[in-house]
């Protein structure tokens, strides 16, 4: 069965109401979507689970059958673990994976769960009695005072006497295996049973019957629930006898094109790239940024794995998109957020694009570099953009002493400077990003510089419409706090000139321009009309970056230069630009400084 047959067949299974072809009853479930990987649940980063999106039908905040016509559910949903971001690479984990589940919130409990779960694996499935092996809860009682479960008899019972299963083949486990939950700090929570065919795991059954609290104490739910999860990859593993998730349908064709484009490449290697791909593209597509904290650190870190070992490697970048767009046309059909690969990429890209220099020159110097404590670690961090785990995976020996807490303690120790103004000046922890142009010390300083230089270009068109074709380029220089821009002009600008300039851009940045580029050969971006430099020597393909108004393109651009980058997506991010200061800095050439506001 290819895995698209048996995304179907879970789904048809749950949800038929009439008879089913094995003589089964129909089941009756309501299919709901997958939620998006980014959760609207404060208590946890990213989903993790299927039933993460029900919490509130569990506890009787939400009443099902007022949303689905039924008690019960059944989904397919997108799970992001970062508990396993350390194992990529072996025969079964991954970051992000698919889970099947269905859920039954206050209809049916145990009994119904098992057989039809049993019924679903020999009989849709046709997975033979002998390949499966169960788990059952063995209770504990010195978990303490609100805090004890007894043993899940009735599990054992139904599989034992109704489904028939040898005593045998039924394990008794304890807490850490055999009691699920909650999600985040607290929540719906419960004994499970788990099920394993040639004894992997690919089954389980929560019964949710408690609402755990922070302090760990429980307290029965008014009605049980029902949640089960089966990871997607590891049962297609199954089904298609492959000795490793990356060679089911799912991954393989992401795994061959990672070799085609990177021949040679280390298998592990090769592996992380496929499993962080197919990650960074689904948070992408939900709308995830890269960033300092939380969720955003967590794609950070996913993308500079992913930039650090195309640098080791020396593979093209281009592994990037091509990998992207691969992944986007494979899953489009199933899950539409993830259609926009341009989009998508560009977001990758524009990490790669922004601190792969730093990367890696921070990849050769690791070796010399000296990290006794958390401190030299962040600045490997800030100066380098190593994160701190990438740190740790690449130079294990002089990381081994450093704790995550005190790295992070760092960071919001250098936050909480940055935030007080005490960085004015660059130096200490050195340039994160320096391209001549634009210059930023912190990840903080560097948001300012890219909406500071969107804003220098609106304002280099704006003085041209103002003043005519004579206001060109002469010089520019962005910092967190200013830019700098001088232009060729003969004499004193008016104060309404000024005035006019300013509201311009002004208007321009509140139409809400998209900004994007273009790569072309340099003949053909001179015949656009981009501006440029006059003094610079541009290499032989240019990149053209463009401000213009919601899907439409270049040549409807209110704005178009030669330019790197980096900019804002769109020119609302800017916010309010200002100019301080307009005067003379030599023989016709004037010079203005802008802000943005606050
Ligand atoms: N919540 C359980 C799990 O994620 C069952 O769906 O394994």
Redesign the pocket.
């Known amino acids: 069965m290819s895995s698209e047959e048996i995304r179907k067949s879970f789904l048809s299974f749950f949800s038929a109401r009439g008879g089913s072809a094995f003589g089964g009853k129909g089941k009756g479930h309501m299919i709901v979507s997958s939620s998006s990987l980014i959760p609207d649940d404060p208590s946890v980063l990213l989903t ?5 999106q029900f919490k509130r039908y569990y506890t009787g905040e939400l009443d099902a059958e007022k949303d689905f016509g039924t008690k019960n559910a059944v989904s397919i949903q997108k ?1 992001f673990r970062t508990s396993d971001i350390d194992e990529v690479g072996d025969k079964t984990h991954l970051t992000f994976f698919e ?1 099947l ?1 269905n859920f039954s919130f206050g209809g049916y409990f145990k009994r119904e769960s098992i057989l039809w779960a049993y019924e679903y694996l020999t009989k849709i499935l046709g997975i033979s009695e002998d390949r499966l092996t169960v788990s059952v809860f063995s209770g504990d009682d010195s978990a303490g005072e609100g805090k004890t479960v007894l043993r899940d008899e009735e599990s054992f019972n139904i599989w034992h006497k109704e489904v028939g299963l040898p005593k045998e083949k039924i394990r008794a486990m304890g807490r850490a295996d055999n009691f ?2 909650p ?1 985040g700090s607290e929540g719906p929570c419960g004994p ?1 049973t788990e099920i394993y065919v040639d004894g992997v795991e690919v089954w ?3 019964f949710n019957e408690y609402y755990c609290h922070a302090d760990k104490t429980l307290k029965k739910l008014t009605s049980a629930g029902v ?4 990871g997607l990859e590891r049962l297609v593993s199954v089904m298609q006898g492959t000795d490793n998730v990356f060679e089911t349908d799912l991954l393989h064709p992401i795994i061959l094109k990672v070799y085609e484009l990177a021949p040679g490449l280390e298998e592990k290697t090769a592996r992380i790239f496929a499993d962080h791909m197919r990650a960074v593209s689904f948070l992408i597509s939900d709308g995830l940024k890269p960033g300092n904290k939380e969720a955003n650190y967590i794609l950070r870190r996913l993308l500079r794995r992913l930039i650090a070992y195309q640098i080791k490697n020396k593979i093209n970048p281009a592994i990037f998109k091509e990998i992207i767009t691969l992944i986007s046309k494979k899953y489009s059909p199933f899950y539409k957020e993830i259609e926009n690969y341009g989009k998508i990429a560009a977001v990758a890209e524009e990490e790669r694009f922004l601190f792969s220099e730093a990367m890696e020159k921070g990849l050769k110097e690791l070796e010399s570099l000296v990290i006794t404590g958390a401190q030299d670690s962040f600045r490997v961090y800030s100066t380098f953009g190593l994160p701190f785990e990438l740190q740790k995976e690449l130079a294990p020996e002089k990381t081994k002493n450093i704790k995550k807490e005190d790295f992070e303690k760092e960071f919001e120790k250098h936050q909480e400077i940055s935030r007080a103004g005490a960085e004015k000046k660059f130096g200490g922890h050195g340039l994160i990003l320096n391209t001549g142009e634009l210059k930023a010390g912190s990840e903080e300083e560097l948001q300012k510089v890219i909406r500071l230089h969107t804003a220098t270009h609106l304002l280099h068109q704006a003085l041209r419409d103002v003043l005519g074709n004579e206001a060109g380029q002469a010089g520019s220089d962005i910092t967190a706090e200013r830019t700098r821009f001088d232009f060729t002009f003969g004499r004193k600008l008016t104060p309404e000139e000024i005035k006019e300039v300013e509201d311009l851009v002004n208007k321009k940045i509140k139409e809400d321009l998209q900004v994007s580029f273009q790569e072309m050969p340099k003949t053909e971006a001179e015949k656009t009309g981009a501006l440029h430099f006059f003094k610079l020597k541009y290499p032989e393909k240019v990149k053209v970056y463009f401000a213009a108004p919601s899907g439409k393109g270049i040549n409807e651009a209110y704005s178009k230069e030669f330019c790197g980058g980096p900019h804002v997506n769109r020119s609302l991010e800017i916010g309010e630009f200002k100019i301080i200061k307009e005067e003379a800095v030599g023989a016709g050439v004037r010079r203005i400084r802008g802000i943005i506001l606050p």
């Open positions: 993790t689970a299927g039933m993460q799970c889970m589940g699920w939950g999600t499970n389980n059954l929560v949640d089960t999860g089966m």
